[in-house]
């Protein structure tokens, strides 16, 4: 079953076909699709799917079969460039070259370090890139700063389920048993099938999440698996025969969790055995779930009771494996939603068995080596980290600034001032990664001087940006595609560079060639960067790799060119076999040892210990004297086959198959409002407003609409004020800033209300002003009748800037006790996501 | 032509609509996406059967090659798949001669469509 040893061969037409796997730029997640590029003449003619590859066997998604027009494309940036500041909005880039590009940025990083402190950078990094391996030790290491920055509101993305299963479950990130750990996949006699895959929050098909190949889930309903869908919209995944689904309204997945949990709990279908040996507060658990009755729960997520019963009895089975989406971090309630869904599949026994919840063992290779460059930062230096004192539960097992509190620093400079800004790959104005995006656009003109690495001219790069540094494509450049970020390997696959456009640097070896001309050392006395021997990047980048493969698995970069595809297997059961804790006993990497169905630490940092449901704060219901003027409850971020999230909106062949963001409405909602198909439809709420066009579909609630994220428009003016458009049609602009979970976690990006009115055309916008739920409420009372007796205040303790506007204001929130207090002493709950 | 009698069979119900057909065969043709596609993926609903039943759904895409679709022959001839066969994120596209492909329709059962272009 090995593939092939030879990953470079020559044609008979002097062509050249290079084997690889399929990660970024421009953006996808770790996936590793196999392919084989063909080169003639420095341009790339073909590509074809690698049928050797286990997963994808020859498969390949529009995304990767486009690339000899992405690599080509005139939208690429292939040079460095800068901009003088003043020209900032205005498209005055000046082509230079790498050696004054290197100049001019180490010496502003040096400039700062000694001037205002290394704190006074700041590093953003995206979402899914395989930036999200190497903006740590930029940010850690090669320029020293302890600030990195994942912007999204309340890290809404991944990190927060990562978090809660760190605190719950005490293991590396779980994922669906689709057999990926082995080379004979299905047919290993240890791999059972699922008898359900429950895709809660997530359409694997067209996300492919953390390196879950979607379409995989089709492979095994051919097998036999039956798919149950949690979701606002009925997908077409969930409509084929004999699959489920629960169609509830947005940010209500707690609710429902608690009510499957009910019908397990009274109708005794619980794994007890299981859960007398392996977790820990089954009292309490159970009787919490018994107040979230299917009656109450189908009342609140309007799922019909008898639905949810069949689901549960479903569930209750075994195997079943959910595969727990980014709905469950895009929710101020989503603690409690990832928290219900780790112990749905502890008390039904699903856990780490085949064909269940496939648990990583501890963070290992690129994914553990990220977070230990953290040790060329000294400890006082890590200690201004923004917003680890007051978010705990984040910044223990993440080793970010805190998003939401790294916007307020920007905006009033407390604690103190950030002088320079380095975008690493991320366009976060054309969110995706932000809520209340023009906040974040004001902020980022503050900032003295602003480095930028991206593909191609970005809403973001054109507003800000002082340096453009150009990144090569996945074709492009060498590297390892490693799964789930290394926090549950299913494969390891090698990148190879099959041609190189322009003077591009990727993003290893930007950290390479910086880290070794600002030549840091660590409190050590040691340079994470001076050790990669060789001075071209045919040298240094391979020796990099084979770092760090070489101690774990004992072959070197070249190798696993060779080998391809690296599957390490899997050991199923590692709770009984002393694989998941660091002292090697039994159990899981908790403070009890066991799946916490009840929360120790949450309890500790003064959030309920228990999974409970909270309704969304902006809706009819939490809002009842807006229920006339925003009727209509906002879901948004579903993904599509021809982008990943902001990008590819400037290759045609990809645009072809969207061309401008749709907004689903049912038929008799659109009715009501005079909206035909293909109308432009404005969307407000408090927060915002933004443009996109009617798509008339039966399969959406009526009092729900659907809506399209990160869209912005290249073929569009770029310069200020339009921007490509980004404002236009910006979803993000009516999520607010700050209305995030008790623990730090989870924003309402999936769950706002909203009104809806046709107008003519994309054009005639008028932006809203992005009000502060605390700082602007006197605002918000005058201007959008919000009554501020139901706006409540979790965070203005700790947040900078906020003590002095609610002194002066009229209108004050109900303050919510948040009981954030600092950390355990003697734990170390260091997760490596 | 050696391929007069061979098709493309879809196992349809497994189509997810992820375009790949369309592109790998605009690759293959060299042809403009939108104008002479080889290849394109129509839907049929979706229809809620049974108001009362939150699973009851007909709901599908159907992948239909154009006039312009030539199986892939120089692909065939170098022993290799149709690209769109090839490729298929579901793996619901086969193809061959048309009386196996009426033999593989049975085995298959409902929801499959025979083409020959």
């Keep these: 079953m090995a593939m092939s040893r030879e990953w470079k061969k020559e044609n008979p037409d002097g062509s050249v076909s290079v084997r690889t796997t399929c990660w970024s730029p421009p953006g996808d997640h770790p996936v590793g699709c196999g392919m084989w590029l063909t080169v003639k003449d420095g341009k790339l003619i073909d590509v074809e799917g690698d049928e050797e590859h286990a997963i994808t066997q020859g498969r390949l998604c529009i995304r990767a079969l486009d690339f000899p027009e992405i690599v080509h494309s005139p939208s690429r940036i292939v040079y460095p460039m800068k901009r003088d500041p003043s020209d900032r909005g205005k498209d005055k880039w000046e082509r230079i070259s790498w050696d004054e590009t290197f100049d001019l940025v180490c010496g502003k990083v040096n400039y700062f370090k000694e001037t205002y402190g290394a704190e006074s950078i700041l590093v953003f990094g995206g979402t899914g890139r395989e930036a999200c391996i190497y903006y740590y030790p930029l940010a850690f290491s090669t320029l020293q700063t302890p600030n990195v920055c994942y912007a999204q509101s309340g890290w809404s993305c991944y990190g927060p389920r990562c978090s809660i299963t760190d605190y719950i479950l005490g293991a590396g990130y779980p994922e669906i048993d689709f057999a990926g750990y082995f080379e004979d996949r299905y047919d290993n006699p240890e791999f059972e099938l699922p008898k359900y895959v429950v895709c809660w929050g997530k359409m694997p098909l067209a996300s492919n999440g953390d390196g879950l190949f979607g379409h995989a889930l089709i492979d095994m309903m051919k097998l036999g698996s039956k798919i149950i869908m949690i979701d606002p919209r009925i997908t077409w995944l969930g409509a084929r025969e004999g699959n489920m689904n629960l169609q509830i309204k947005p940010g209500t997945d707690a609710a429902i969790g608690l009510g499957i949990a009910n019908v397990i709990v009274t109708e005794n279908l619980q794994d007890q055995e299981w859960i007398d040996k392996w977790c820990f507060g089954w009292d309490e658990f159970k009787e919490r779930v018994l107040q979230y009755t299917p009656e109450l729960v189908s009342e609140v997520t309007w799922a019909p009771v008898e639905q949810i019963k069949k689901v549960a009895r479903a569930m209750a089975e075994k195997p079943v494996s959910i595969a727990w989406g980014l709905a469950v971090d895009q929710s101020p ?118 480095v930028v690495q991206d593909l191609v001219m970005t809403p973001t790069a054109m507003a800000c940006g002082d340096v453009f540094l150009p990144l090569p494509t996945v074709c492009e450049h060498d590297a390892i595609v490693i799964t789930h970020y290394g926090r549950n390997t299913v494969f390891l696959g090698a990148m190879n560079e099959a041609l190189r456009v322009g003077e591009t640097k990727s993003d290893v070896e930007i950290c390479i060639e910086f880290g070794k001309r600002l030549n840091n050392a660590g409190p050590d006395g040691t340079s994470t960067w001076n050790v990669f021997e060789g001075d071209t990047r045919d040298k240094f980048v391979p020796d990099f790799f084979s770092k760090q493969t070489e101690p774990e698995l004992g072959f070197d970069f070249d ?242 800037g906020v003590a002095a506007a609610l002194e002066t204001q009229k209108n004050k929130p109900t303050y919510v006790a948040d009981g954030v207090i600092p950390a355990p002493s003697g734990l170390s709950l260091e997760v490596q996501y | 032509m050696a391929y007069e009698n061979y098709g493309l069979l879809f196992d349809y119900k497994y189509c997810s609509n992820c375009h790949t057909c369309e592109v790998a065969c605009k690759y293959h043709l060299k042809t403009d996406l939108a104008k002479k596609p080889g290849i394109v993926v129509l839907e049929k609903g979706p229809y809620h059967l049974d108001e009362d039943d939150p699973d009851a759904w007909d709901w599908d895409y159907i992948p239909v090659p154009t006039a312009l679709c030539d199986l892939c022959a120089d692909r065939l001839d170098a022993g290799k798949k149709p690209s769109c066969v090839h490729h298929c994120l579901a793996f619901c596209i086969e193809y061959g001669p048309i009386d196996e492909l009426a033999k593989r329709a049975q085995e298959i059962g409902h929801k499959v469509s025979i083409i020959r272009p």
């Design chain 1, 333 to 450: 309630n989503g603690t409690q939603v990832g928290h219900i869904t780790i112990a749905l599949q502890a008390i039904t026994g699903n856990i780490d068995i085949p064909g269940g919840l496939c648990v990583g063992p501890p963070s290992s290779l690129l994914g553990k080596w990220r977070m230990e460059t953290r040790k060329d930062l000294a400890p006082d230096l890590w200690d201004k980290r923004l917003g680890s004192s007051e978010y705990p539960a984040l910044s223990n097992a993440m080793a970010t600034t805190h998003p939401d509190y790294t916007l307020d620093v920007l905006e009033t400079g407390e604690p103190y001032e950030i002088k320079m800004l380095w975008f690493n790959s991320s366009n976060l104005l054309a969110p995706t990664c932000s809520a209340a995006p023009i906040r974040w656009h004001d902020a980022f003109l503050k900032a003295e001087f602003v």
């Design chain 1, 559 to 800: 190798e696993l060119r060779r080998i391809g595809l690296y599957q390490p297997g899997f050991t199923y059961r590692k709770y009984e076999k002393g694989l998941l804790r660091f002292d090697g006993e039994p159990g899981f990497n908790t403070v009890t040892g066991l799946v916490e169905l009840y929360s120790t630490l949450f309890d500790a940092w003064g959030e309920d210990p228990l999974p409970y449901f909270e309704e969304p704060r902006w809706s009819p219901v939490s809002h009842p004297e807006l229920a006339d003027k925003y009727p209509l409850m906002m879901c948004t971020g579903a993904r599509e086959y021809n982008t990943f999230h902001s990008e590819h909106r400037m290759f045609p062949n990809l645009r072809h198959f969207r061309e401008y963001p749709d907004i689903e409405i049912h038929p008799d909602t659109a009715a009501a409002y005079g909206i035909q198909e293909g109308d432009w439809v404005e969307v407000e709420n408090p927060f915002g407003r933004a443009r996109q066009k009617a798509t008339l579909v039966v399969t959406i609630d009526p009092r729900v609409v659907h809506t399209r994220h990160g869209w912005w428009y290249p073929e569009q003016d770029g310069e200020e004020p339009n921007l490509f458009g980004v404002w236009k049609s910006n979803i993000n602009n009516l999520v607010p800033h700050f209305d995030i979970g008790r623990l730090g976690f989870g924003a309402p990006m999936k769950s706002v209300f909203c009104s809806i009115k046709k107008v003519d055309d994309l054009h005639g916008l008028k932006v809203k002003k992005s009000y502060d739920i605390i700082k602007d409420l006197d605002e918000l009372v005058a201007d959008e009748g919000v009554d501020p007796a139901r706006v409540l205040d979790y965070h203005s303790t700790h947040r900078p």
